[in-house]
């Protein structure tokens, strides 16, 4: 059995990480966890650059990591930072300084993309996953830079909401204020209630959360530690958690530090995920929970693993961008009825014509997104349908996609509803690179034409058959109603379609004799 030697590297707000892992398709084995401090985030969050001496000193610990990897035969590798690397304005330059002097490639995840690696290296812990989200459930992931909130109900992933109370950006926050240890765990409060409170309006509502999963780099590493002498590993219930916020206030740092057997350094960080999960816990009303012990680079290897074939996930991460983007629409008082029908007549359309569009099973999925999220914006105007869609969609976390896909949706959605831009024109406004816009433009003459078969929003089709013949497509609708309406905007929508395509769609009714 093949076995390959893979390195994922998190090239974090406070740290840099790397795990060396074993991956073949018995599974993933850890054979080696290294960590090395760098405080990138106080510098970028607060002037938006990195120094001179944070880069040598990145750059220097880069090459150290190669080293390793060198030693260990590592046969592929993957690099990624977050929100210190992600908020800085000279992105593209600080990337290229570091390639060229490490010969490390790192990519820059989006808020989204970062979040749902963290939850697949959840979602990969099997048995102990699967449980716990059979009760209402919140992620609660804290970064450097902001924290991700992510609710499941009934097995599935209905919301997720990203707000700016990461603990370094807390830190500066308190830094700055002048704050005494007395202030400290007020000032945090507040700063969290200025948040929680509005997201408890607008997106816990009557839920009520019975379990919390955790993911950070401190509490989850104690949690981890003491739980053993009260419960299954990584597990905890209120009152363990109350005494351990009791037991910092009552102890000198540095004994205390020594007692939890964590590097003192760490302790104000420490302190503040405690005050920070204490009050979302008391938000919510959740009782228990988990810290499953898992890393952004657990997150990085099982992608890894999953794109290449060589492990499975057991959970189906696509419903979950699926049902993130129902809710969203639900939020926006979109027909879920008539999202229903145009999904269906999309996805066969885009079934049957895989010849000529070229396109894979992500763009399928961007589609069905598409068709879910295509009114949306007449929650704000019915004039303006195709702008305001767009805004909601780019300013809304979809997570599983990245800014580049949620900007297609957006785009297809927009387009669907205004006259197409060609890309000289869109490229004026939007960050989209050529290849994105061929995929919008591909998008969104396939949903023009689902459209223009439900202009009534009567669905008035029994069933609908696709053929492709020579330079036709010839969509054959089985109804015994009226379908000028349709037959009227499927031509006025045609046009685009043979456009992008060089294939003229033709609508030909077949009529049902009864009895």
């Known amino acids: 059995m093949a076995v390959r030697t893979f390195a994922a590297i998190d090239v974090g707000s406070f740290e840099l990480s790397m795990k060396i892992f074993e991956v073949s398709r018995r599974g993933m084995k850890e054979i080696d966890h290294i960590r090395r401090e760098i405080n990138m985030g106080t510098e970028s969050y607060t002037t938006g650059k990195l120094s001179y001496e944070r880069v040598e000193e990145l750059c220097e610990a880069l090459l150290a990591f190669s080293d390793i990897m060198k030693t260990y035969r590592v046969s592929d590798y993957a690099a990624y930072g977050t929100s210190a690397i992600r908020e800085t304005e000279n992105t593209i330059i600080l990337l290229n300084q570091i390639e060229v002097r490490t010969g490390i ?17 959840i979602a990969f812990q099997g048995e102990g996953f699967l449980k716990i989200i059979e009760n209402p459930t919140a992620i609660v992931d ?27 950006r807390l830190q500066e926050r308190l830094r700055h204020m002048n704050a005494g240890a007395k202030q400290s765990d007020d000032l945090i409060t507040e700063l969290v209630d200025s948040q929680m409170l509005t997201y408890k309006k607008l997106y816990l509502k009557d839920r009520e959360i019975r379990n919390i999963i955790i993911v950070d780099d401190y509490v989850s590493m ?28 009552s102890q000198r740092t540095g004994e205390l530090a020594k007692k939890w057997d964590v590097p ?23 009782e228990l929970i988990w810290a499953p012990g ?58 049957h014509t895989r010849k000529i569009h070229g396109l894979g ?47 297609i949706v957006a785009n297809v959605v927009k387009f669907n509803h ?7 024109e869109m490229a004026r406004y939007s960050t989209i690179d050529r290849e994105a816009y061929l995929v919008v433009a591909k998008l969104t003459a396939i949903l023009r034409l689902a459209n223009g078969l439900d202009r009534s929003h009567k669905q008035k089709f029994k069933d609908v058959r696709t053929t492709l013949k020579d330079d036709q497509l010839i969509i054959t609708v089985d109804t015994n109603e009226d379908i000028t309406l349709e037959k009227g905007l499927f031509d006025a929508r045609a046009g685009f379609f043979q456009e992008v395509y060089n294939v003229r769609p033709v609508i030909k009714q077949k009529r049902t004799v009864n009895g």
């Open 105 to 121: 490639h790192i990519q820059v995840l989006s808020n989204s993309e970062q979040r749902f690696l963290d939850y697949k290296s």
């Open 142 to 168: 804290i970064g450097g830079g902001s924290i991700q909130i992510s609710l499941f109900d009934k097995d599935k992933l209905v919301s997720t909401q990203n707000m700016k109370l990461g603990v370094l």
């Open 222 to 249: 104690l949690l981890r530690k003491k739980s053993l002498e009260h419960e299954m590993t990584g597990y905890a219930g209120r009152e363990l958690f109350e005494k351990f916020e009791k037991a910092y206030h």
């Open 264 to 286: 003192e350094e760490n302790m104000p960080m420490l302190h503040i995920s405690l005050m920070l999960l204490k009050r979302i816990m008391e938000i919510m009303g959740a």
């Open 294 to 351: 898992v890393t952004l680079c657990d997150g990085i290897a099982y992608e890894y693993a999953e794109k290449n074939k060589i492990v499975a996930a057991s959970h189906d991460f696509e419903q979950d961008i699926i049902a993130c983007a129902q809710n969203i629409s639900k939020r926006y008082r979109g027909s879920s009825k008539r999202s229903a029908t145009l999904e269906q007549i999309a996805l066969h359309i885009f079934d």
């Open 361 to 407: 099973r992500r763009e399928r999925l961007l589609l069905q997104l598409s068709t879910i999220l295509h009114d949306c914006g007449k929650y704000i105007s019915m004039v303006n349908l195709g702008e305001c869609s767009y805004s909601i969609i780019m300013a809304t976390e979809i997570i599983g996609l990245s800014h580049k896909e949620r900007e």
């Open 418 to 424: 205004l006259e197409f831009d060609y890309y000289e």
